[in-house]
C-alpha cells in the first residue's frame, strides 16, 4: 500500500473512519489484505500539506533499515550535484511505525502537527550516511548514532524500550 503522503499522521486529509480502514486493510499480522506499504522518497514533497522544505527529487536509500521496538530505522541520500566525483547533498535519517510506516517521533520541531517532514531529520553539505545504530541502556531511552559527512549524529528518541541487567547463578551441583 502506498503511505507517501502520511496518511496515518495528523497532516492527513483522511477523516478518523478513513483512516482506521486504512489501518484494518493494512493490519498488524501476516492475515492482512495488504502484504506491507511504501513510500515513494522522492515523491513525499508533491503531497498535501508538505511542511518539509527540502526537495526529494533523487532520493535513494543508502543502507540497510534497522527494527528495533515495533519501529523501523534508515537512512538516504538526496545528491546535489550529477556529478559523482562530488559526493555532496543531504543526508537523510528516518524513523517510522513498523506496522503503518506513520512518524515514529516528532523529528522536526518546526511544524505544528506530526506530518510527513516528522519522519526524518536530515545533515545538509554531506556525503551519504552511515548505517544507523540504536543504543539503549538502562531505564529506558535510545539514541541513534550514525555518521553523515564530517557530522556524527547522536539523536535521543524518546522511547520506553530500554536494557534492564540481569544476574543469574549456575548452582554447580
Known amino acids: 500500500m502506498n503511505i507517501t503522503c502520511d496518511e496515518f499522521d495528523e497532516n492527513t486529509s483522511l477523516t478518523a473512519q478513513e ?6 486493510v493494512l493490519g498488524d499480522d501476516y492475515l492482512s489484505q495488504a502484504q506491507g506499504w511504501y513510500i515513494r522518497l522522492d515523491a513525499q514533497d508533491d503531497c498535501v500539506g508538505y511542511e518539509g522544505g527540502l526537495d526529494h527529487s533523487g532520493e535513494k536509500v543508502t543502507n540497510s533499515a534497522r527494527l528495533f521496538n515495533k519501529k523501523i530505522y534508515f537512512d538516504s541520500y538526496i545528491p546535489s550535484d550529477d556529478d559523482p566525483c562530488v559526493p555532496k547533498g543531504t543526508a537523510l535519517f528516518y524513523a517510522l511505525g513498523y506496522c503503518y ?14 506530518g510527513i ?3 526524518y531529520f536530515y545533515v ?4 551519504p550516511p552511515s548505517a544507523i ?3 539503549t541502556g538502562p531505564g529506558g531511552g ?3 548514532k550514525a555518521s553523515a559527512g ?6 535521543f528518541l524518546d522511547s520506553d ?4 541487567l540481569y544476574w543469574w547463578k549456575y548452582d554447580d551441583e
Open 150 to 155: 564530517n557530522t556524527i549524529v547522536n539523536r
Open 101 to 114: 510506516g506513520d512518524s515514529a517521533f516528532d523529528l522536526d520541531a518546526t511544524t505544528k502537527k506530526q
Open 124 to 127: 545538509e553539505d554531506s556525503t
Open 19 to 24: 483512516q482506521l480502514d486504512l489501518k484494518a
Open 142 to 144: 535510545s539514541v541513534l
Open 133 to 135: 545504530n540504536i543504543i
Open 117 to 119: 517532514s516528522d519522519r
Open 161 to 164: 524500550a530500554g536494557v534492564e
